[in-house]
RNA sequence: GGAGAGGUGGCCGAGUGGUUGAAGGCGCAGCACUGGAAAUGCUGUAUAGGGGCAACUUUAUCGAGGGUUCGAAUCCCUCUCUCUCCGCCA
């Protein structure tokens, strides 16, 4: 959420900053309506001011009087009243106000950074740096193929159980899926990380608290009795875990990661990635989050980003470093690093980890300060995939294949996993 | 699901219609005492909005929202969350 005095004082500037994103941005009416806020606030503090003054006479001049009947006392009551009534008027109207202020503010998305590249869509995404060497042979199989061969997991089934876009593992598939799971867990804690390990099930105010609403709705699942969504990201949770807190600044930067399934209805994207691991309604993720003091949120940018490549470094798994342009931006975030891990099939970088700097846009949406110089001030946080777990095993065994069928894996997950291939059985 | 209790400042906790933004305590900060510290004493210590260069001033806020009243932390209604007991349950 961006502060509303600042669109208030700020209006051509606001518009300058949000049109970046590609898409012009007008604002003139959210302005006006702060403007005309702010008019009936200083309206009503007066007529408060009035209407309390008088009640303490009154107060006064019946502890004075015994007889609290007398008609002066009455005349008194009786201007008190109108009082009343006027400043119900206004407040009625400031009501209205509020709330139409804050539902727009609410779906005006996050400034983007004046370091982020200027462009429209992704297209205009700008590659920092590539790590490893791709693979690129012929014959490659693609991990859907590997992961039938080797029965790994099974789509036709789960879409018996659920729909298409789930998938069930199996068998060793289900195993290199908790490994993966465990060793990233690992790897962030002893990095300093604290573990959480959050609900699934999320309400509207933390989904609003993230920015997935009021705008997003169609993009999650909701439960149809209660108040409760399926949670998209651990982003969600973790952010609303110190919702309406001023936390002490001693403890920052606080850096949580958080193992969680997440759900989402891939709405628009028919006919996108149908098949395999790369595009689910439920998939796992292990999840970077920090909380931390806003003169320190760029460094903890680039370092919650060296934080999730160095798991792809630890498998051994190729990838490039993307900074995201200013219209590819996702809602929340002033500037954000893909990551992208190599998919020898399709001979291109594939997305396995975002890390976004929010600045204080999710902060302020869910209240979360601390104390700076006296001041309470809104914390900044950020968030980063460190990382998607489906799609880092697509990765592992389209990168690992062999030959004769099997999977070398990444020697980093022998301890996890228990040995170092995978073999029809 | 049934019954009951309760949500007050950073924390604990008093307060059942009147000048209460709210006693007291803890915590925190400053000062004094000390060689230094502890202990002690004194002073200060909420948030948000408005006005002012500032000192300052003004309004709102006692879970949320309505209502009664000249006046509400206090009375009424609705919602919500937490806790306890019973039932059910991995």
Redesign the pocket.
Known sequence: MLD??FI?ENPTSVEQKLSSRGKAYNISHIHKLTLKK?EI??E???L??E??????????E??KSQN?NNPELNN??????K??FK??EF??KK?ILDKQIHDEICNLPNFPSKDAPFGKDESNNVQIKTWGEPLITENVKSHLEIGESLNLFDSEKSAKISKSRFITLIGNGARLERALINFMLDMHTKNGYIELMPPALV?SDSLKGSGQLPKFSNESFKCAND?LWLSPTAEVPLTAFHKNE?VDPKHLPIKYVAYSPCFRREAGSYGKDTKGLIRLHQFNKVELYWFCDPSQSLEAHKKITSDAESILKKLNLPYRLVDICTGDLGFSSSRTFDIEVWLPSSKCYREISSCSNCLDFQARRSSI?T?ID???TYLHTLNGSGLAIGRTMAAILENGQQADGSVKLPDALVPYFGSNFLKTT
């Not at 209407?51 to 006064?60: A, E, H, N, R």
């Not at 008194?76 to 009243?81: A, E, Y």
């Open positions: 509303q005095k208030r702010k606030d200083i009503i503090s007066i408060q001011s209407s309390k003054k008088l009640s303490k006479l009154i107060g006064q019946i502890s609290n008194l009551k009786k201007k008190g009243n009082y009343r400043i119900s407040e009625e009501r309400n108040d001023i300060r104390k006296k001041k309470n």
